[in-house]
């Protein structure tokens, strides 16, 4: 009996379906719409089979119950530490399966092995290998291209709400104290600021700001304002690709 199946690797399903051959599998919904009477030394099972919609009940006199793999403690914390995602079952979740399998969303850091999701030793150590290359090449030059299009805070307009922190996906925006002389007085206050090398240009804080403190560089408010300010009077013009 199981819940949920997850095969890693072509070994895995190779496996599975040899095993399909002598073994059957049934597959519940929840633990709850299982029972299990021990009887004279016998196992009474009934459930209910999710595809046929069936109550299934038989006696056996040998029961092994198989423990699932969980993502280990602390995984939520680090998560929000970082800002990387995690899945429906709580490991990480890389940023893209197929052209990003061990990278998160968030550059520099990567991922490998049971951080990810259950897997096989084999798996675990080629995808380590992968991460640790990964890294590598991060290191052995030294420094990394950040975007041309990143967010600018006007510190003027910011108020230090801290909303635009909630929904940055890549931790690019901190709060600084800074002070300003306000005539006899020295006030301290709380402002937004973003990392350049950080920032990946989402766009993300720049709908979140309230008082329309964030803009993008080359994509400016005034700009796009002004680019569908023209479109009417933009004759429509035929590319031809060569
Ligand atoms: S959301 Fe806008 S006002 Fe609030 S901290 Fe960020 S930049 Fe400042
Ligand atoms: S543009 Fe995106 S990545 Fe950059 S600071 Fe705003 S939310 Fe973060």
Same mark, same amino acid.
């Given at each position: 009996?199981?819940?949920?199946f997850?095969?890693s690797?072509?070994?895995a399903e190779?496996?599975?379906?040899?095993?399909?051959k002598?073994?059957?599998?049934?597959r519940?919904?929840?633990?709850?719409?299982i029972?299990?009477?021990?009887?004279?030394?016998n196992?009474h099972?009934?459930?209910?089979?999710?595809?046929?919609?069936?109550?299934?009940e038989?006696?056996?006199d040998l029961?092994?119950?198989?423990t699932?793999?969980i993502?280990a403690d602390?995984t #939520?914390?680090l998560? +929000? /530490?970082?800002?990387?995602a995690?899945?429906?079952d %709580?490991? $990480? !979740? #890389?940023?893209?399966a +197929? /052209?990003?399998?061990?990278?998160f969303a968030?550059? %520099?850091? $990567? !991922?490998?092995?049971?951080?990810?999701?259950p897997?096989?030793i084999g798996?675990?150590?080629?995808?380590?290998?992968?991460a640790?290359?990964?890294?590598?090449?991060?290191?052995?030059?030294?420094e990394?291209e950040?975007e041309c299009?990143t967010s600018y805070?006007n510190?003027?307009?910011?108020?230090?709400?801290?909303?635009c922190?909630?929904?940055?996906?890549?931790?690019?925006?901190?709060?600084?104290?800074?002070?300003k002389e306000?005539?006899l007085?020295?006030i301290?206050?709380?402002?937004?600021?973003i990392?350049n090398?950080?920032?990946?240009?989402?766009?993300?804080c720049?709908v979140?700001?309230s008082?329309?403190?964030i803009?993008?560089?080359?994509?400016?408010?005034?700009?796009?304002?002004?680019m569908i300010?023209?479109?009417?009077?933009?004759?429509?013009?035929d590319?031809?690709?060569?």
């Amino acid at each position: 009996m199981y819940r949920e199946f997850q095969l890693s690797d072509l070994n895995a399903e190779n496996l599975w379906r040899g095993l399909r051959k002598k073994v059957t599998y049934e597959r519940y919904r929840s633990i709850d719409d299982i029972k299990i009477i021990n009887e004279n030394e016998n196992f009474h099972i009934s459930y209910k089979n999710v595809n046929a919609q069936t109550k299934i009940e038989y006696n056996t006199d040998l029961l092994i119950l198989a423990t699932p793999k969980i993502p280990a403690d602390g995984t #939520e914390q680090l998560a +929000k /530490l970082l800002k990387v995602a995690t899945n429906i079952d %709580g490991f $990480f !979740l #890389e940023a893209d399966a +197929k /052209l990003r399998p061990i990278d998160f969303a968030t550059e %520099g850091i $990567f !991922l490998c092995g049971g951080a990810h999701w259950p897997k096989w030793i084999g798996e675990s150590i080629t995808q380590a290998y992968g991460a640790a290359g990964r890294a590598a090449i991060i290191m052995v030059k030294g420094e990394i291209e950040t975007e041309c299009i990143t967010s600018y805070i006007n510190e003027e307009k910011c108020i230090g709400c801290a909303k635009c922190i909630e929904v940055c996906p890549y931790n690019a925006i901190e709060l600084i104290d800074i002070n300003k002389e306000m005539g006899l007085y020295n006030i301290s206050l709380r402002k937004a600021r973003i990392v350049n090398a950080v920032c990946k240009g989402c766009g993300a804080c720049v709908v979140e700001c309230s008082v329309g403190a964030i803009d993008q560089n080359h994509f400016s408010k005034f700009q796009i304002n002004k680019m569908i300010d023209l479109l009417p009077s933009l004759d429509i013009i035929d590319y031809e690709f060569v």
